[in-house]
Structure formats: structure tokens, C-alpha cells
């Protein structure tokens, strides 16, 4: 095996854990576990160990890759606001 290779094949690694760890954060979101309860993939056994995985994987992927599960993208998250609030900025020459 050459250094190309082995390098190659540690990208290829990390990729694919930090698409685990994203998809082991996103286990537990609102539409996820919608899916899941009708699916009945709860009751399985794949479903239970995913969802052991998804609870001990919390805190490494939020401390070392600051993949966390968070509501700030589903529409549930801006349900109580009823303001669009625009920044922006005008220099001197009023551009």
C-alpha cells in the first residue's frame, strides 16, 4: 500500500464517520422520529441499537466536530415569530 493510498483511504474514513455522526444527530429530530413511530423501526431491534448509538454518540460528535441535533432549521424552531428582520450595511457615500 502506498502513502496515496493510505491517505486516501483515512479521507474516505473520516468522510464516512462524520456522516455517521450526522446521521446519528439527526436520529432524533422531530421528522425523523415521525418516520420512525410509523415506520415501527422503534420497535426493532436495529431500531433500538441506532437509536443506543444516536445517545452515546452526543457528546464525542458535539466536542470533537460540533455535530449536535438542533432545531434551528424546521419550521417548528420560527413558529412564534412574526417579524423578518433585514442587516444592512450603507457607507459613507450611501452605497
Avoid: W
Avoid at 456522516?19 to 421528522?31: E, R
Avoid at 444516536?54 to 415569530?81: C, K, M, P, Q, W
Amino acid at each position: 500500500m502506498t502513502l496515496q493510498q493510505l491517505k486516501i483511504g483515512f479521507v474516505g474514513l473520516g468522510l464516512a464517520l462524520l456522516v455517521l455522526l450526522q446521521c446519528l444527530a439527526s436520529y432524533n429530530t422531530p421528522v425523523v422520529r415521525l418516520l420512525r413511530t410509523k415506520s415501527g423501526l422503534e420497535d426493532t431491534r436495529a431500531g433500538r441499537i441506532f437509536g443506543h448509538l444516536a445517545g452515546l454518540s452526543g457528546e464525542f460528535s458535539r466536542t470533537f466536530f460540533g455535530i449536535t441535533n438542533h432545531g434551528v432549521f424546521l419550521d417548528e424552531h420560527f413558529a412564534d415569530y412574526t417579524r423578518i428582520v433585514a442587516v444592512t450595511y450603507t457607507d459613507a457615500a450611501g452605497k
